[in-house]
């Protein structure tokens, strides 16, 4: 069976760069994509949709549809991974809480009042690990330059690398980050897993809502320039205005799906400890 | 495009993929399957497709490998099975 396996990668693999050498060189002018269908992109995007970074009409003007299936896809992984792990909540029967000053652990019954959770009162998990100040300020200062830096991205992606999907994923890691560097319930308490969900649908739907909208509007479907009159623009901006509209639904959806994906991997589903 | 760049990160992409997959650790693993992303995102930054790597750096090298890293958090060094 090992001999199978090998065998097949070794055959695959002399196919693939056997017939490797039968692509055009990189950046060859005479190959197919480049007489066919770059010139076209090349020579009209800024005239259609008045968007100078070329790769960001492609992917959310011209291939809107693809684009819209790439946010289903990521929505489809957060279902995945929610459907896979999660666990139901279990009533918790006892807590136990730690005394930083003094030490001492204290042991909450079912029925009793348990204290806040601060820096006086620890909760203790399976794993508790001694909150760290340096680690966690630095943390807490880093993420706003991080999420400004992100709407930056997701923003100006019409003039420079970026877009939707790497804003998103950007302001998602700082969401990780605070998780990482607090623990999961302090982030599970500021943002639900409800509110992700809810959030990675909206996100999707908005895509989805905007080329509906187009077709409301008696044209096709995902073709901004329907949208002018709404947005009280001509034609050529009314596409980049699209665009601008069809990322930040993009954001939204693959920002919250990153931070569910990791409420679920991280606690294995059970969403109380987590890394 | 330098070729001696382009061979070095190459190659520097290929030991990074092999030792992710013979390696023992899956923490390591983890770590070296971020170190492969983020060689690919200079590979296509050097190609001129900065969007790409873009995307590589943060989704590729970035997330996943926190992913990884909190799937590993919760596996032993042993098998219960």
């Not at chain 1, 949709?49 to 970074?53: I, L």
């Not at chain 1, 930083?100 to 030490?103: F, M």
């Given at each position: 069976m090992k001999l199978i396996g090998k065998m097949t990668i070794l055959l695959c693999g002399i196919l693939l760069i056997v017939f490797a050498n039968k692509f055009p060189e990189f950046g060859d002018p005479h190959s197919p994509a480049s007489t066919h269908l770059s010139p076209y992109y090349i020579e009209h995007t800024m005239a259609d949709?008045?968007?100078?970074?070329m790769v960001t009409s492609v992917l959310a003007d011209y291939r809107g549809y693809d684009t819209m299936f790439e946010t289903t896809v990521i929505l489809t992984a957060g279902l995945a991974c929610f459907f896979l792990l999660r666990l139901p909540e279990e009533e918790e029967k006892e807590i136990y809480f730690r005394h930083?000053?003094?030490?001492v652990t204290i042991r909450i019954e079912e029925c009793g009042a348990a204290p806040e959770d601060s820096d006086v009162f620890q909760r203790i998990d399976a794993q508790w690990v001694p909150r760290d100040i340096i680690i966690r300020s630095t943390s807490r200062l880093l993420m706003p330059f991080i999420q400004i830096f992100a709407l930056y991205v997701v923003a100006h992606g019409h003039h420079s690398p970026g877009g939707g999907f790497q804003g998103g994923v950007i302001l998602g890691a700082a969401v990780i980050l605070f998780a990482i560097s607090h623990n999961l319930r302090t982030t599970v308490a500021k943002i639900s897993e409800t509110s992700a969900a809810i959030m990675s649908a909206a996100g999707v739907f908005i895509y989805a809502g905007t080329g509906a909208l187009c077709v409301m509007l008696?044209?096709?479907?995902?073709?901004?320039?329907?949208l002018a009159p709404l947005l009280g623009t001509d034609r050529v901006m009314a596409r980049s205005h699209g665009i601008l509209i069809v990322e930040i639904g993009v954001a939204l959806a693959v920002m919250s799906v990153m931070i569910w994906i990791y409420y679920n991997l991280s606690s294995a589903g059970k969403q109380d400890e987590g890394l | 495009m330098i070729w001696q760049l382009d061979l070095i990160i190459l190659v520097l992409v290929i030991v990074c993929a092999i030792a992710a997959i013979n390696v023992k650790d899956l923490l390591s693993a983890a770590i070296l399957l971020g170190a492969y992303s983020f060689l690919l995102c200079l590979l296509w930054a050097i190609m001129g497709a900065v969007d790409v790597a873009f995307t590589e750096a943060t989704v590729g090298a970035g997330v996943s490998t926190v992913f990884c890293v909190s799937a590993v958090f919760h596996t032993t060094r042993r098998t219960t099975d």
């Open positions: 949709t008045a968007v100078p970074n930083v000053p003094t030490g008696g044209e096709n479907f995902l073709n901004y320039g329907a | -």
